[in-house]
């Protein structure tokens, strides 16, 4: 009840509003659509046509029992132009310090572990978005990428940028927002001597994987048949010491870093970089299962793209896009932390059970639709009491270790089978 008090606060401030309006004179007069109205409407997820996501919107905000036509779509259309995306960037920043604080955050061998990574997104068809954000396959695409907590599935930092800009980018941007005590981890398409310097001249740690043929380095001690190694890594590529240089930090400066082996079931090898040197806190053995933890990245994009439809905005404009996409990233955060903090009351209540079980994601971001905009404006315990019931009473099995071959009966349509969009 703290966190959605603080969250409300924040959105009545005079130096927040002043902050994220984009001219002096934005949400000066006393409209239906102010500030705070506007970004609760955009984080109630609006899916559907708008005249009827906002006269829904409106039925709940003034408690109406009957639906009516407070704000047409037009005018909701020209007030989100005054409002900068970054809000929801900040509100959520504040969420995790909020989180931070409350002592939620959870440990391996006492660090944090965090991944990084990055996906697209189709945009819609019109010329300033495509101006913006460039193009593939002569479609308006965005490129986005996130550093995520796999331990409870926060999402720390968010960025959705044009098409054209790197992962490895993305990461650079990213290692501003890691914290101290963590590790982060990459799969194989973000390895660089620059992105290594950068995590050491930071004092944090990484664990990725490398391409069986990254280097000669690499490439020996696969053929040497060691597990366990630790060596310099110098950048000698003519490219790699250019990435160094733009990127601030020395390209002839050696890296002490450490390889691992990890044999897979089927017997083929793959090799782990990591700045973690020490052998006995850290033993060899343990990277095979700490890698395998970013899957709850990809995990994390199914439920971006699939459940909160990312790519159905409510807007054709650039403005739109950064809106939709960085006010999703809140309310996934603000569904997952409920769910995190009921995940204890379910384990007692299921310990009879052979499996585990826990929240399931898409009725729980269903249950907030609406209600969460009654939570923000008018917080009270009862009602966030009974959104946490009602979340607690929609469960999905945790089956680990399910290895199979996928059969489809037909050809593949659009989007996830299986998983269904929230409400």
Not at 187 to 195: A, F, Q, S
Not at 244 to 259: F, K, Q, S, Y
Not at 302 to 317: C, M, V
Request: hydrophobic share 40%; proline share 4%.
């Amino acid at each position: 009840m703290k966190i959605v008090k603080k969250i409300t606060n924040k959105l009545d401030c005079p130096v927040f509003i002043d902050t994220y309006r984009q001219r002096p004179q934005d949400f000066t007069r006393r409209r239906q659509l102010t500030f705070k109205n506007l970004v609760l409407f955009l984080l109630n997820q609006p899916r559907t046509a708008l005249q009827t996501e906002l006269d829904q919107f409106y039925r709940v905000l003034n408690q109406s029992s009957v639906e009516t036509q407070v704000v047409t779509a037009q005018a909701f259309s020209k007030a989100r132009n005054k409002l900068k995306p970054e809000v929801f960037a900040d509100l959520n920043q504040h969420l995790q310090q909020q989180i931070d604080s409350l002592g939620l955050r959870q440990t391996w061998r006492g660090l944090r572990i965090l991944a990084v990574d990055g996906s697209t997104v189709h945009l819609p068809l019109e010329q300033a978005v495509t101006r913006f954000f460039g193009s593939h396959c002569e479609f308006p695409v965005a490129r986005f990428s996130t550093l995520y907590d796999v331990a409870d599935g926060q999402t720390l930092h968010s960025l959705i940028v044009p098409f054209q800009v790197g992962e490895r980018d993305c990461a650079h941007l990213h290692l501003d927002h890691v914290p101290a005590d963590s590790l982060t981890l990459f799969d194989r398409g973000y390895p660089g001597h620059w992105l290594f310097a950068l995590f050491e001249q930071q004092k944090r740690h990484f664990l990725m994987r490398l391409p069986c043929g990254y280097n000669a380095q690499v490439r020996q001690f696969l053929q040497s048949g060691q597990t366990d190694d630790t060596q310099l890594f110098t950048a000698n590529h003519p490219e790699a010491r250019l990435f160094c240089t733009e990127a601030g930090v020395d390209p002839g400066r050696p890296i002490r870093l450490r390889l691992i082996r990890v044999e897979l079931p089927g017997g083929e090898s793959e090799v782990l970089l990591t700045s973690l040197l020490d052998r006995k806190t850290f033993p060899a053995d343990v990277f095979a299962d700490l890698y395998h933890r970013r899957w709850g990245i990809e995990t994390d994009y199914r439920r971006i793209k699939q459940t909160l439809g990312l790519d159905n905005f409510s807007g054709r404009s650039v403005t739109a896009v950064k809106q939709d996409f960085y006010a999703g990233q809140l309310l996934k955060n603000l569904a997952l932390l409920m769910q995190h903090l009921l995940q204890p009351v379910i384990e007692q209540r299921h310990k009879n059970r052979k499996l585990r079980w826990k929240a399931n994601f898409t009725q729980g971001v269903s249950r907030l639709k609406n209600t969460l905009v009654d939570l923000l404006v008018r917080p009270c315990v009862l009602g966030l009491s009974n959104v946490l019931t009602l979340m607690a009473s929609s469960l999905s099995a945790v089956r680990p270790g399910r290895n199979f071959e996928r059969k489809r009966k037909r050809a593949a349509s659009r989007g996830c089978e299986g998983y269904k969009p929230a409400r």
